[in-house]
């Protein structure tokens, strides 16, 4: 059956003069008018359309088209309610994993796992050390390791002006490797 059309003057006629089957129909079926009435309409209507345009459903009751219109309508629309994707299990952040209470969804996706930040960490100082020179890659290794400005300037025999310089240089190649992308800083 094709879309529902606007309905012509003739049809909207006949709508009107038999629409207390679709208040009939929802009685019948015990089903909510405020759920239900925006469900069955557009089959009635479509028994209108298909009832006053054409032929061959004039052999019926127009009560027995639309009582079938409207059931297809219902069971389209619990068909759609019933759908995998609209009856997936929901799943919360708070949620207990398995027998343990103490342990929730939340946890584990919070939970900072020191052994994997430094293997990233390693992976990422590597990749920097193949694009920059030996002395910003010292200087790069150093604050990773924790070490204060002033502590590398002693131990590198560099002002904070020449730290900051060499940092400054290379701010490009590190926002590229730990972005994968490339942008201008400004400096």
């Given at each position: 059956m094709e879309n529902l059309r606007p309905l012509t003057l003739e049809e909207q006629l006949f709508a009107t003069q038999n629409h207390n089957l679709v208040y009939a129909f929802l009685q019948e079926k015990e089903l909510s008018e405020d759920v239900f009435y925006d469900v069955v309409i557009f089959g009635y209507?479509?028994?209108?359309q298909e009832y006053v345009s054409g032929t061959r459903f004039r052999v019926y009751a127009f009560s027995t088209i639309a009582w079938?219109?409207?059931e297809n309508s219902v069971s389209n629309y619990c068909r759609y309610l019933a759908a995998p994707v609209r009856s997936?299990?929901?799943v919360s952040l708070f949620s207990p994993i398995g027998a343990d209470a103490d342990l929730t969804w939340e946890d584990t996706l919070g939970r900072k796992d020191d052994q994997m930040v430094e293997f990233e960490t390693r992976l990422l100082l590597r990749e920097l050390a193949e694009k920059?020179?030996?002395k910003e890659?010292?200087?790069?290794c150093l604050k990773?390791?924790?070490?204060?400005?002033h502590e590398i300037a002693k131990r590198e025999h560099l002002t904070f002006r020449e730290i900051n310089e060499l940092l400054t240089n290379c701010k490009d190649d590190i926002i590229h490797i730990l972005w994968g992308e490339e942008r201008r800083v400004a400096a």
């Amino acid at each position: 059956m094709e879309n529902l059309r606007p309905l012509t003057l003739e049809e909207q006629l006949f709508a009107t003069q038999n629409h207390n089957l679709v208040y009939a129909f929802l009685q019948e079926k015990e089903l909510s008018e405020d759920v239900f009435y925006d469900v069955v309409i557009f089959g009635y209507m479509r028994a209108v359309q298909e009832y006053v345009s054409g032929t061959r459903f004039r052999v019926y009751a127009f009560s027995t088209i639309a009582w079938k219109r409207m059931e297809n309508s219902v069971s389209n629309y619990c068909r759609y309610l019933a759908a995998p994707v609209r009856s997936a299990t929901m799943v919360s952040l708070f949620s207990p994993i398995g027998a343990d209470a103490d342990l929730t969804w939340e946890d584990t996706l919070g939970r900072k796992d020191d052994q994997m930040v430094e293997f990233e960490t390693r992976l990422l100082l590597r990749e920097l050390a193949e694009k920059l020179p030996k002395k910003e890659m010292k200087i790069i290794c150093l604050k990773v390791a924790g070490c204060k400005m002033h502590e590398i300037a002693k131990r590198e025999h560099l002002t904070f002006r020449e730290i900051n310089e060499l940092l400054t240089n290379c701010k490009d190649d590190i926002i590229h490797i730990l972005w994968g992308e490339e942008r201008r800083v400004a400096a």
